[in-house]
């Protein structure tokens, strides 16, 4: 949807805002619904965030890269609404049972095709702990580099890679995609006999 | 195969896969991954990494970027920035809202005003509230005349006594917001009609306002040519 009147109508201090922000918008908006894993709570994170950074809007025509900026802000705002969210007596839940939708039924395994693994994964990523479901977001859904997530993690390199090596760890485990465990698409080799020089280890 | 060859492969596959779904390693790497656990492990995290590149984003309901950013400066600035220059500097107290859709679709040369739709609104007597208006438009029209013409006991914010109000504007292709702050000034029912043209098209809708309270009847009133 289009504004008739952003451009001959809004303010210049709004204009200057929107134009800033707009083409950001998609990427902040996925990684809200990411972190959220619904679309509610994404559209009340995005827009908690721009009710906030509009004040700050002279501040933003001064940053070079600002999507990463954003990025922080959203990410920051987040963790801020789960610690107050964790804080009420009555959310003294789990962590992500907010996030928690019923486990795979069936076999979950990583040959699911189409919309069916999309939603193994979302599933999956909703389970990880929030740092590490954004990092997994930002690296591999957004492309960013680890060395760029420094910057909006606030987390040296090496922390990065360990807390990205555990979360792989996890999603593999809630995928059961361990390689040749049962279900995976690997198995469809299993019945062929591995050549004798095969049974290396690790060489 | 060894364990170097592996990893090639992998890496190989990985860049296939990104063009081709259907693909995996061939059935030696396969061999070596299923006897060797380091290489099961890299195979994993390349595997798992695949997917999570081929996610697709999600995205955003229709117009969600648009009342974001619309909500924001209201929040900051009580709307007082909101309305520039162009549309009076106005300085409208943004409350309740009422939503009147308006189609202008069609084939281009043609009237549209036969898909015209009215609605009502009520209104707080003597309090500026924003009328929004989506008007849906098959193509972009450069220098549409928007035409608002107001009822006696109707006043749009930052035109005083002035009963219509017309100017030029751009639309762009699919659902166009026009945000009328307006002000009831009595306990009489009113209205507003809202006109578009460009070109030889032309489209009308009157809004029926009525102060908050009363029971309003939806569509009744008749389109204005």
């Known amino acids: 949807m289009t504004i008739v009147n952003r451009l001959s109508f809004l303010s210049p201090s709004a204009r200057r805002f929107d134009t800033l922000v707009r083409p950001h918008l998609p990427s902040l908006y996925a990684f809200a619904f990411r972190l959220h894993g619904n679309p509610d709570d994404a559209e009340d994170l995005v827009q908690e965030v721009l009710a906030k950074l509009y004040a700050r809007a002279s501040e933003l025509a001064g940053i070079r890269d600002l999507r990463p900026w954003l990025q922080r802000v959203l990410y920051n705002q987040f963790v801020d609404g789960a610690r107050r969210q964790r804080s009420r007596p009555e959310a003294a839940a789990p962590e992500h049972a907010d996030y928690e939708i019923e486990d795979p039924t069936g076999d979950p395994g990583w040959h699911a095709e189409g919309a069916e693994l999309s939603e193994q994964i979302d599933r999956a990523l909703a389970r990880l702990d929030h740092d590490q479901r954004a990092l997994v977001v930002l690296h591999f859904m957004e492309g960013h580099t680890l060395e760029e997530l420094t910057r909006v993690f606030d987390a040296p390199l090496g922390t990065l890679k360990s807390r990205l090596h555990r979360a792989r760890a996890k999603l593999k485990h809630l995928l059961e995609m361990e390689p040749f465990a049962p279900g995976t698409r690997v198995v469809d080799i299993r019945e062929q006999q591995p050549p004798a020089d095969a049974m290396g280890n690790g060489q | ?225």
């Open chain 2, 1 to 225: 195969m060894n364990c170097k060859d592996t990893r090639y492969h992998i890496q190989l596959w990985l860049q296939a896969a990104g063009t081709d779904a259907g693909s995996e390693p061939d059935g030696e790497s396969l061999r070596h991954i299923k006897c060797c656990s380091a290489c099961r492990l890299e195979y994993g995290d390349a595997v798992l990494d695949q997917l999570l590149r081929q996610q697709s984003a999600p995205v955003a309901r229709d117009g969600f970027f648009d009342r974001a950013i619309i909500a924001a400066v209201q929040r900051n600035t009580g709307a007082s920035q909101l309305w520039g220059r162009g549309f009076g500097a106005l300085a409208a107290s943004v409350a309740a809202v009422a939503l009147v859709v308006g189609l202008w679709g069609g084939v281009p040369g043609t009237s549209s005003r036969d898909v015209a739709r009215d609605a009502g609104v009520a209104q707080i007597l003597h309090e500026a509230q924003t009328v929004r208006v989506l008007i849906d438009s098959v193509a972009a029209r450069d220098r549409a005349t928007i035409t608002i013409e107001l009822a006696e006991n109707l006043e749009l914010e930052g035109f005083p006594n002035q009963r219509v109000i017309e100017w030029q504007t751009d639309l762009l292709a699919g659902r166009n917001l026009l945000a009328l702050p307006v002000r009831l000034k009595d306990q009489g029912e009113s209205y507003l009609d809202v006109s578009l043209h460009h070109g030889d098209e032309q489209k009308a809708i009157r809004v029926s306002v009525r102060p908050a309270g009363t029971s309003m009847q939806l569509g009744a009133l008749p389109i204005r040519a």
